[in-house]
């Protein structure tokens, strides 16, 4: 694992264009072209349609295309930039390592639509998904950075209303905390690349409305963890939202569930999407894949 690919990673990130709390008319087409800069592999097949009335992409890799297996995906931008489409490259190597068909959520963005709208989609994309007869046994969820904390909420909402849960839940990089409370705000502000407590908090209004920032679906670090599946929580240690995670472990432990917290020194907010120049990714990765192949096949 290489000090001259973080280094590099970090100042790539630093003088790039995006700014997470910027304006979303502006920050929104940014988002999708950097997404798109990298394209996907030969072997994966991309589909779009509509699953519980939501729209979504399918996303298959040649080589497990004839699993049973799913992961529904939910990708990140701080509840108000990203795409089905941006998150194409992270789910599709997650579904490789996995050898699992994957499902990227186009849920709705804030400010435009607050909360409870991406909880309300990503829930009626699940329920989709369980009535085209997918047993909730051959299903994970994953996401990253908000697309974790949503990927949580949904578990959560999933869980009182009732549902069979997926199998096992992978997050990278979850932010669950949109009140900001974490240390690492502060302590970890210079060290992060991506992420500023400015930013989020732009992103939090706009997400949250007139909603208590507490709520469990809108931070469920706060929630009732008891009975969700197992969890895989990653994260890098250059990051303002270390705490989210390594709190959401200790809060995940407590409410006995079965737990596994990675963090990785030295690398930033969702490190995870830049396997083509990182080691440190591709081990994540490998490591999520193995993950959720172990819950699904138990």
């Known amino acids: ?102 499902t990227s959520v186009d849920y709705r963005l804030a400010p435009e639509h607050p909360h409870p709208a991406a909880v309300d989609d990503a829930l009626a994309a699940y329920r989709g998904l369980l009535a085209e007869g997918q047993p909730a046994s051959r299903v994970a969820i994953a996401g990253e950075s908000a697309g974790a904390g949503l990927a949580l909420a949904t578990l959560i909402a999933a869980r009182d209303a009732g549902l069979p849960l997926p199998r096992a839940a992978v997050l990278m990089s979850p932010w669950v905390d949109v009140t900001l409370s974490a240390v690492s705000m502060t302590n970890k502000a210079a060290a992060d690349p991506v992420l500023s407590a400015a930013a989020l908090r732009r992103r939090a209004d706009d997400y949250v409305g007139t909603h208590d920032r507490k709520a469990p679906l809108i931070s469920p670090l706060f929630a009732d963890l008891h009975g969700l599946p197992p969890l895989l929580i990653q994260a890098g ?62």
Do not use: C, W
């Not at 004839?66 to 489409?85: E, F, K, N, P």
């Not at 992270?90 to 068909?101: K, N």
């Open 1 to 102: 694992m290489s000090r001259q690919q973080r280094d590099a990673l970090d100042q790539l990130l630093r003088d790039g264009p995006l700014d997470i709390g910027g304006d979303v008319a502006v920050q929104r087409p940014l988002f999708e072209a950097m997404a798109g800069a990298q394209p996907l592999p030969d072997d994966v097949a991309v589909t779009h349609r509509v699953l519980g009335g939501i729209p979504v992409v399918d996303v298959d890799v040649a080589s497990v295309s004839t699993t049973d297996d799913v992961i529904v995906y939910l990708h990140g931008g701080g509840y108000a930039l990203g795409s089905a489409s941006t998150s194409l490259g992270l789910a599709s190597d997650l579904g490789r390592h996995a050898r699992a068909r994957a």
């Open 237 to 298: 240690s250059h990051k303002v939202l270390l705490d989210d995670a390594t709190r959401l472990a200790t809060y995940a432990a407590a409410a006995d569930l079965t737990v596994t917290l990675e963090i990785t020194a030295g690398v930033p907010h969702v490190f995870q999407g830049f396997a083509g120049i990182l080691d440190e990714a591709r081990t994540a990765l490998s490591n999520a894949g193995a993950f959720i192949r172990n819950h699904l096949a138990s």
